[in-house]
């Protein structure tokens, strides 16, 4: 679970942090505009948030093990004074990206806010449980239903179970 900090940041600057589930042998660096922002991230892990500039920069994907060949180019429109991630999905040599703006506003007390996302490259929909109740039936790959609110007590340190 990633607890966010909120923090107010100049109207042209925004927020971006990478995760990655894609089967790259190495870590993957994210490169903005041809600057490394983002730099090791591994499988199945998530990297901090770095400041960026707002406005449509070009999203590079590399193999740590392979600088300078891009594995994935993406090129998003990025509104300022927000929080974005970008999750890498997929095989090696038919890496996906999708692009979400987060919401790390504070949420009510006792609440938590929690986002599910199928990104999977090979599974069109997947049922998701937590502590045995289903609270998205059919979520389809790519789809963003948004952010559910949970309550903390009863959700806190749940098992997550994904079905097909």
């Not at 490169?31 to 500039?53: H, M, Q, W």
């Not at 180019?73 to 509104?79: G, R």
């Not at 990104?119 to 998205?136: C, E, G, N, Q």
């Amino acid at each position: 679970m990633r607890v966010a900090t909120v923090s107010l940041i100049d109207r042209g600057l925004l927020k971006v942090s990478a995760s990655t589930i894609a089967a790259v042998a190495s870590p993957l660096n994210v490169f903005v505009d041809d600057v490394l922002t983002l730099a090791n991230v591994p499988f199945a892990g998530v990297s901090n948030y770095e400041k960026v500039i707002a406005g449509s920069p070009t999203i590079s994907i590399q193999s740590a093990a392979t600088p300078g060949a891009n594995l994935l180019t993406l090129k998003p429109n990025l509104a300022p004074a927000t929080d974005t991630s970008i999750v890498v999905s997929g095989p090696a040599g038919a890496l996906q990206g999708l692009v979400l703006t987060d919401n790390n506003l504070p949420s009510a007390a006792g609440r938590a806010r929690v986002r599910f996302v199928n990104a999977s490259p090979d599974l069109a929909s997947v049922d998701v449980y937590v502590i045995f109740v289903k609270p998205y039936e059919r979520l389809q790959r790519v789809m963003r239903p948004g952010f559910a609110a949970a309550s903390s007590p009863r959700y806190q340190r749940a098992p997550l179970r994904v079905r097909r």
